[in-house]
């Protein structure tokens, strides 16, 4: 071992990992990327295949991100926006609302994927305070959804397995079934059972919408439940009932932001502008961290008022519209723009697609969920009766622990071998990678 790897053994304590096995194992130290490429201590070069958790977008080094960053040490690299505006913050919020969906005009900056949902919940829930329906309280969350870890974002979760334990620290959230097909217990298609889920949703916001502030969804995908990827139409329909029923629409383009499913922003295949939307991840290409919450003017504009009014929003963090950070991002959406990185994609999803079809005639392939470069694939001991692998096999890991030896990082969500690839990535290389993760599957399960 080397004497770095003793080090972080001794004294860190990794993120969503169980030290004992960690401490027990080998693992990989990263020094280095390289384009679409992580290299480690040993020299070793490997695809990043999930973008460093989903957020390299262009690549590792790359030179105009690189750039920006120096120019702007150069500069400051931090000053606070507590009674201060800085010029990239500035810059970059005109960028995002020109970007966004029509109607998101304001932006406010955070840290990471759950302060930005932090703030939106904190958001909606004062907005209401304010207009004086104050019995608007509650939030419809989906079963399944993933927003972050912070103990608002937890509480707008509902993935069992990392909010149990939490269950006494959170507030009470109303659940509607996440529009999963493969999953569901509701009916097999929207055609057969008629959109279940909507009906759902519906159910629900009849019910209860004098007392529900917001709803809150991952659009078109449900990311860290396993890439559950949701009927077309759904957040449309959601959107026009959230709508009807004066219910705000919370929209976490969190992991789908930022060109990943194909779009700049997962909400534009549906034509839907929420009353919020937060993006992380990808905004600064993954180079440093930073988040937005994005809000319209109804909304904004009920915070208004004179300062002895107390209608001020009260939340913000010590790096709060860090210049680096926005300077990386003003760099990041130059780099969209100038190599046409949404319009350059098509090809790209198609290969994926192709590569894909060939994993159905793998035993253990119960399902495969693709939207853009947003790739999930189910694997299960029996997929006629789609019986699970028991847990203690952990099935998922151990694919991804084969393909690092054959030169590709992964990481699965439970048996959902994960496949995100930088959006820089070529056909080529997307289908290396897949070739990879077929090969794995094929000689684990
Ligand atoms: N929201 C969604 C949809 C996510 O997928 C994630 C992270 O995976 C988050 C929020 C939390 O983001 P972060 O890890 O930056 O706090």
Known sequence: MQDIERKDKTYVWHPFTQMQDWVENKQLVIAAGDGIKLIDIDGKAYYDGVSSLWLNVHGHRKA????????????????????????????????????????????????????????????????????GQTQKKKFITLTNAYHGDTVGSVSVGGIDLFHRIFAPLLFETVHAPSPSCFHCTLGDSPAACGFACVVAVEKLLADHHGEIAAMVVEPLVQGAAGMLVQPPGYLRRVRELTQRYGVLLIVDEVATGFGRTGRMFACEHEGVSPDLMTMAKGITGGYLPLAATLTTDEIYNAFLGPVEAQKTFFHGHSYTGNPLACAAALANLRIFRDEQVIENLGPKIEAARRKLAAFWQLAAVADIRQCGLMIGIELMQDKATKQPYPPAWRMGHRVCMKTREYGLIIRPLGDVVVFMPPLASTVEEIEEMLDIIYRAIAEVT
């Open 64 to 131: 105009a991100i690189d750039q920006a960053i120096i120019d702007q040490l150069g500069k400051i690299a931090h000053t606070t926006m507590l009674g201060l505006a800085n010029i990239p913050a500035a810059e970059l919020a005109e960028q995002l609302v020109k970007i966004a969906p029509p109607g998101l005009t304001r932006v406010f900056y955070s840290d990471s994927g759950s302060t930005a949902v932090e703030i939106a919940v904190k958001m909606a829930y004062q907005y209401w305070q304010l207009k």
